[in-house]
């Protein structure tokens, strides 16, 4: 028979968008996942809320196994059109604000590294420091 598949915009895609009728885009690859919504091991909230935008991060970082991505195929009605995609530039400020903080932390974290070696540092030469002066005290007495 030949590849024969739909092409879709996003916008066509983004209407279905509920239990009776529920779409999803995953690597540019669009699936009408209606009847697996009370099959799916992760629930059909975590489905319903992956429609209406690209759903390709969403589905990775649950690290789906190799069967859940051979059922997927059952359910595959066509392509997206990519240059319609307006969901990529929606997921795109998740990564900078989620890796913002990434960074503050790993700088407060080397921080906190620092001070934890400076300050008993600082106590030891207050110590020794102390002790010198005390015996340079003593010898002066004498
Ligand atoms: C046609 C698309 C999908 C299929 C066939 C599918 C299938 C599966 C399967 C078989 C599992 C069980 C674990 C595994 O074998 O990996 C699973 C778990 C899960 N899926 Fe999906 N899934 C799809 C789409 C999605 C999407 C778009 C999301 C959005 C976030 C999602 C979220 C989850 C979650 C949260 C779990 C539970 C993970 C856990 O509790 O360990 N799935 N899915």
């Given amino acids: 028979m030949g590849s024969k598949s739909e092409t879709f915009t996003f ?56 069967s859940a991505q051979e059922t997927m195929a059952k359910y595959f009605v ?25 960074i503050s932390n790993e700088s407060s974290g080397f921080f906190l590294k620092f001070l934890q070696y400076l300050v008993p540092l600082l106590i030891l030469g207050f110590a020794f420091g102390l002790q010198y002066y005390g015996k340079e005290n003593k010898s002066n007495e004498s």
């Avoid at 209606?34 to 489905?47: A, N, Q």
């Fill in 11 to 66: 916008e066509e895609v983004a209407k279905h968008n509920n239990k009776n009728d529920c779409w999803i885009i995953v690597n540019g690859k669009v699936y009408d996942v209606t009847p697996f919504l009370d099959d799916h091991p992760g629930g059909d909230e975590s489905l319903l809320s992956a429609t209406g935008k690209d759903a390709t991060v969403d589905f990775e970082d649950v690290g789906h196994s190799d």
């Fill in 78 to 102: 066509g392509e997206i059109d990519n240059t319609t995609l307006p969901a990529v530039i929606k997921n795109k400020p998740i990564h900078p604000s989620t890796q913002a903080p990434t």
